[in-house]
């Protein structure tokens, strides 16, 4: 299958300080890309859907300002969470959807996820 | 929106023994595609088994296969064989042949037991 690397895997930032979540395609161009946000033992929540070379698709309740997603390359989308606070503390996840059509076209591939502390 | 329904919050499985995961989903259209990830320790998530809702034929991936029952709207998971590697928290999704969005379960942790 295809392969999406997230970068770091894990980061500590001060309180009130950004940081940025890397999401790469490694073998296959992605038009689309997800962002989610996972809290202990719970499913994944979709926070916001990445199209390349337009702004991203926020969900109701996500605050866009807060959390600026960035797809400048049809292999590269960021998330940069801004002022972060100790609540934005989580596990994000990206996942990429394969360009194609039928089951490959429409099956997303996840990265490696990132956890976030802000202390 | 559609909704997905996984009822089994923890099922445990022997060793070598097999395991079925329940889910079932809530949609008016009649094309879609439903997919079951595994999410194991690493919290990587890892595509299982994929389905299209057009296909009669239930999939398979070795161990792994689906019991698709489109008009119960029902999409359950086969796990023959388990391994201690199965063990994991396992998602089914849904995603509509139109719009962007995939619709996840709540999930289903799975133990093996050895």
């Known amino acids: 299958g295809a392969v999406v690397s997230q970068h770091p895997s894990r980061v500590i930032c001060k309180s009130g300080t950004s940081v940025k979540i890397e999401c790469r395609s490694l073998d296959f161009q992605a038009t689309t890309m997800f962002w989610y946000r996972q809290f202990p033992k719970q499913s994944l929540m979709l926070m916001a859907t990445s199209n390349e070379g337009s702004k991203a698709t926020y969900e109701q309740g996500v605050e866009k300002d807060k959390f600026l997603i960035n797809h400048a390359s049809l292999t590269l989308s960021t998330l940069t969470v801004t002022s972060a606070h100790p609540e934005d503390s989580s596990f994000y996840i990206c996942?990429?959807?394969?360009?194609?059509?039928?089951?490959?076209?429409?099956?997303?591939?996840f990265g490696e996820g990132s956890w976030l502390t802000v202390v | 929106a559609q909704t997905v329904t996984q009822s089994q919050p923890e099922m445990s499985v022997q060793e070598a023994e097999t395991v079925t995961l329940s889910c079932t989903y809530d949609t008016s259209e009649s094309d879609y595609y439903l997919f079951w990830y595994k999410q194991p320790p690493s919290r990587q998530m890892i595509l299982v088994i994929r389905?299209?809702?057009?296909?009669?034929q239930n999939a398979t991936e070795n161990r792994f296969s689906v019991n698709f029952q489109k008009a119960a709207k029902s999409f359950s998971l086969k796990i023959s064989d388990s391994q201690l590697g199965d063990a994991a928290m396992y998602f089914c999704a849904y995603r509509s042949n139109t719009g962007n969005q995939f619709y996840f379960g709540t999930g289903t942790s799975l133990t093996v037991i050895p």
């Open positions: 996942s990429a959807r394969e360009p194609g059509t039928g089951a490959t076209g429409n099956t997303i591939y």
């Open positions: 389905q299209e809702a057009y296909k009669q």
